[in-house]
T-cell receptor
Framework: AQTVTQSQPEMSVQEAETVTLSCTYD???????LFWYKQPPSRQMILVIR??????QNATENRFSVNFQKAAKSFSLKISDSQLGDAAMYFC??????????????FGTGTLLAVQP | SAVISQKPSRDICQRGTSLTIQCQVD?????MFWYRQQPGQSLTLIAT?????????ESGFVIDKFPISRPNLTFSTLTVSNMSPEDSSIYLC?????????????FGDGTRLSIL
C-alpha cells in the first residue's frame, strides 16, 4: 500500500522569505501523480501544484515549485516570496496512475504553515 | 472552472440522529468522492460515489453508517447515520470531470459537523 509522510507538523516563515515543506512517499508503482493542496482556515482544499511521475522536470506555478526526487521518493514544496495569504495547512497527496480517475488520493498528515509579518 | 456546492456548510446535531450532506456540481463529472477530515487530522476517503450503482467503500467504512446516493452525474449525497461524537468532522466531496479524467480532484468547501 502507498503511504505519504509529512515530517513537519508546523513551519514558520517571514513574509517575503522562502520556505520548503517536505514530503516523502512510498510506492512500488512507476506511474503516479503527486499533489500539494492548501487548506486555509476556510477549510476549502485548493490545489497548489501537480507533478506527474514520468516527468523529470520539476513543476512550477508562479511562486510555488517542487523538488521531485523520484529515486528518493521525495516531493518537497518550495514557496518563494511568502505572503500572508500563504498561511494554511498544506497537504501532500499521492494518486496512482493506474485506473485513471478512479484512484483515490492518499494524503499526508499535513504541515501547518505560519507566515510572520 | 466549475462550481462545487456543499450543503449544509456546518451543523450541530444530537447523538443518535442522522444528517444528509449534499454535493452539487454545475457540470457533469466522471467521479465523485467523499472524504472525512477528523479534527486536526488529514483527509481519509470514505467512498467513491458511482452514478447509478452502489458506492464503493473504503476499509473501515460501511454503507449502513454512511449511505451514499448518486442519482446523476452532477449530484451526490452522503448521510451520516446514528451519529456519535466521534463523527464530529469535516466532510468533503471531490470530483473529477468527465472530459478531464487525468486532472486533479477538485473539492467542495466542506461540511463541518459537530455532534453533541
Amino acid at each position: 500500500a502507498q503511504t505519504v509522510t509529512q515530517s513537519q507538523p508546523e513551519m514558520s516563515v517571514q513574509e517575503a522569505e522562502t520556505v520548503t515543506l517536505s514530503c516523502t512517499y512510498d510506492t512500488s508503482e512507476s506511474d503516479y501523480y503527486l499533489f500539494w493542496y492548501k487548506q486555509p482556515p476556510s477549510r476549502q482544499m485548493i490545489l497548489v501544484i501537480r507533478q506527474e511521475a514520468y516527468k523529470q522536470q520539476n513543476a512550477t506555478e508562479n511562486r510555488f515549485s517542487v523538488n521531485f526526487q523520484k529515486a528518493a521518493k521525495s516531493f518537497s514544496l518550495k514557496i518563494s516570496d511568502s505572503q500572508l495569504g500563504d498561511a494554511a495547512m498544506y497537504f501532500c497527496a499521492y494518486r496512482s496512475g493506474y485506473g485513471g480517475a478512479t484512484n483515490k488520493l492518499i494524503f499526508g498528515t499535513g504541515t501547518l504553515l505560519a507566515v510572520q509579518p | 472552472s466549475a462550481v462545487i456546492s456543499q450543503k449544509p456548510s456546518r451543523d450541530i446535531c444530537q447523538r443518535g440522529t442522522s444528517l444528509t450532506i449534499q454535493c452539487q456540481v454545475d457540470s457533469q463529472v466522471t467521479m465523485m468522492f467523499w472524504y472525512r477530515q477528523q479534527p486536526g487530522q488529514s483527509l481519509t476517503l470514505i467512498a467513491t460515489a458511482n452514478q447509478g450503482s452502489e458506492a464503493t467503500y473504503e476499509s473501515g467504512f460501511v454503507i449502513d453508517k454512511f449511505p451514499i446516493s448518486r442519482p446523476n452525474l452532477t449530484f451526490s449525497t452522503l448521510t451520516v447515520s446514528n451519529m456519535s461524537p466521534e463523527d464530529s468532522s469535516i466532510y468533503l466531496c471531490s470530483v473529477v470531470w468527465a472530459d478531464r479524467p487525468n486532472q486533479p480532484q477538485h473539492f467542495g468547501d466542506g461540511t463541518r459537523l459537530s455532534i453533541l
